[in-house]
């Protein structure tokens, strides 16, 4: 029964380490030992990918600043009692957001089931001004950015872990520790998966 239900815990996302997986929606995971510091203990969201270049944001790296104090000049803002999130080390001054629920009004990008990005200042202080709160909303400064080619590179090295995504994981309750809960069930899914059996030689 135990392994049982380890085996359903490990296979509660899909996991690949194939640069054709990549797609916008879904996870890059780093493993224990990154290759890129900046990038050490990583989940981020791919919210673009394309012959253009690849865009993503960090889920697990809320800060101490208030979403009230870092965008007091936002109708809206100093309701909510919300952190910002570091979303890269890209951009740090640019602001973006992501949205949990029906397809909402207004200039948004549909990232993958019930979870759409904004950029724009009117949809942000829309969704502030509604009182969203961390559950529905959350806003990031900055972003990563790779070109195609330079991410699916990292891939193929092993820098990254591909999952499919939620709602519930992109907006998970408890981002300071997703990282460690990922790849523990990376781990243990690779640990219980059984090598592959070699043909047996002709004598």
Not at 35 to 59: K, N, R
Not at 168 to 188: A, C, H, N, Q, Y
Request: charged share 20%.
């Amino acid at each position: 029964m135990l392994v049982a239900a380890a085996l359903a815990a490990a296979s509660l996302f899909a996991q690949s380490q194939k640069p054709e997986d990549l797609a916008p929606g879904k996870i890059l995971v780093t493993p224990r030992l990154s290759p890129d510091p900046l990038f050490a203990e990583s989940v981020i969201l791919l919210v673009q990918y394309d012959d253009a270049g690849a865009l993503g944001l960090m889920l697990n790296t809320p800060t101490t600043i208030h979403i009230s104090e870092a965008l007091s000049a936002l109708k809206g803002a100093k309701k909510s009692p919300d952190f910002v999130y570091l979303g890269g080390p890209v951009e740090p001054e640019d602001v973006m957001a992501l949205l949990r629920g029906p397809a909402p009004a207004g200039d948004l990008t549909h990232v993958v089931r019930g979870v759409y990005m904004a950029s724009t200042r009117k949809v942000l202080e829309d969704a502030l001004t509604q009182g969203k709160r961390s559950a529905e909303l959350r806003v990031y400064l900055g972003y990563c950015g790779w070109t195609a080619p330079q991410l699916r590179e990292e891939v193929r090295r092993g820098a990254w872990f591909i999952f499919d995504s939620s709602d519930d994981l992109v907006f998970d309750p408890k981002p300071g520790s997703l990282w460690t809960r990922m790849i523990e069930k990376t781990e243990l899914q690779m640990a219980m998966t059984p090598p592959l059996r070699r043909p047996a030689r002709a004598n």
